[in-house]
């Protein structure tokens, strides 16, 4: 192994990373706001993959990558104005319940429609090819799904620090009781939140099925390390989210150069020391969420 | 307010295990008479005892684990290796599957327990699908990977073959044991504090009790349910597929508790039952049964979160009151917090 093949790896980890984040900074700005666990999340990237591969096949993948969020976005907000919110004021158990019986009808709609086989969704035949990167050849798909996530991320940031809507939304993610007190539309507001929170899955599902494939259970296998990033990174940190996102992507990522069959198990052990060490997350803060 | 459960002269439990002895024996039966076939009645047992365990952890503790495949799933394997390797003794098995799911959930609780809430359950989940990646790769010599652990041996107890009935006679009787085991563990104090836990932590920790110890205990023992079941399992199937492990081994589990009613111990029994049965009779002629299953789920959830055993209760409040013409005094077990799945 040398320093090339080392700066690959780490690379690639920046990739697998990037996806983890994009559904993890959804699912922390869902239950920052609205205090609910979605374990639909996962798949709401499952659709945005299937969506994804549908709009490609028929148009081209420019289509897909601009048309699919936006319609993972609706399909947010048809989610929340038609379920969720009837479980704002019922018990956390019930939350998660609902969501996983969604995430379960969803994840076999899929499998109904298109099967349970692995779609052929590509990459785009430019980015297929590797291309010499200084350090080797590398996939340009996955420098673009690190763009796109690097892109994404700045975007939420600006939305979330400078706008008033982000406002609305971070004072929502201390005291949502307070902001609606101050007149302000809290519903309203937890229908857009909920549909960002979707639409950065949708986002993920339309630029990462190519690489994790086209499954009805691409959905739970993302979800689970994503929400260990979640806790991991400390609940209600969107920063916390980001890094141990990238933490979790590189684990995996050196870990198929040390010992490859670890690949699968390293997040759950890395999740494990976090726990015992800092039950409440890198940076999750005493009392905020608990 | 919260009272014992059950708390009720022996005489009456008495004829309550009397009853579920009568049930177990004529299940085989009872199913052929309702278009089912009498081999379905084992795997009803085995699930059922499964949703038992969990029923004292997620409708008396109200903790909702997604994670209890990994302990029905290492119960299985651990079993399906002594046949395999060790001896055909169906005793050695079980113990040792019961043992390794209890080992198992002390592990998981010790780590899991340390959040509340819908942190338990994201994290119940993700270790559990670690067990799961541990048994397909790295285990995989061991565990026979994709394929899960095949060719296990009929096991053997006083030298009776365990297959066909002496095997749902021995399921019958461990069921039997479990559910005389867990309805004294409900009446018992201990369970009353599981139960004021559900209710209010914060208010039973302030009274001096640490509620995590309960928890764990509480955990353990779904364990040890769930370790005994998957043991009974992979005896009787001479089989552990991969996917005992799997997430969807959990879901189907808490599904079945949540349509049974949970706090309750028989409901998460019957919603086994309901499921199981449905599943064999219907996905003949539905192909996505698990897409009806999981609207079905949806709708308990939604409009009917007590399950079948409330709407059951629901349904006899309603006739008696028909009958007597003026409004019924609930008892005190139907009272919210006591019976129903509210959990917070």
New interface residues.
Partial sequence: MNAANLSLQLLTGLQIGAIYVMIALGLTLIFGTLGVANFAHGALFMIGAYLGYVVAEATNHWVAFIAVPPAVFLVGIVIERTLVRFFYNRPASDQILVTFGLALVLQELMRWIFGGTNLPYGTPPWATVPVDIGIGYYPPWRLVIVGVTAAAVLGLFLLLRYTRFGLVVRAGMRDPEMLGFLGIDVPKRFTLVFGLGALFAGIAGVIGGPITGVTPDIGMAVLVPSFLVVVIGGMGSLAGAVISGLILGEAVSLSVLIYPPSTQIIVYLIAAVVLLWRPRGLLGVKGVME | MITPFGARSRYREFWIMSGVAAVLAALPWLLTLIGGYTELATPILLWGMFALGFDIL?GFT?L?S?GHAAFWGLGGYASGMILLRVSNDLLLAVAAGTVVGGAASALLGY?TL??????F???T???A??FY??A???LQDWTGGDNGLTGIPAAQLFGIAMKGWPIYAVIAAATFAGIYVARRIARSPYGLILRAIKANETRVASTGIHTRHYKFAAFVISGLYAGLAGALSAAYQTYVPTDALH?TTS?QL??MA?IGGTGTLFGPMLGAGIVLYLQNVLSATIP?W??VQ??I??AF??FL?GGVVEAGRRLARALSRGRKRQPPVPDAASVKGVGS????
């Fill in positions: 997620l109200g909702l997604f780590l340390r959040r509340r809430g819908i942190y359950s994201i994290l989940l993700a270790f699908e670690m990646y541990a397909l790769a790295p997430w879901g808490v599904m949540v996505q698990l897409l999981g609207l789920f949806m959830v939604v979160p799945v509210h959990a917070d």
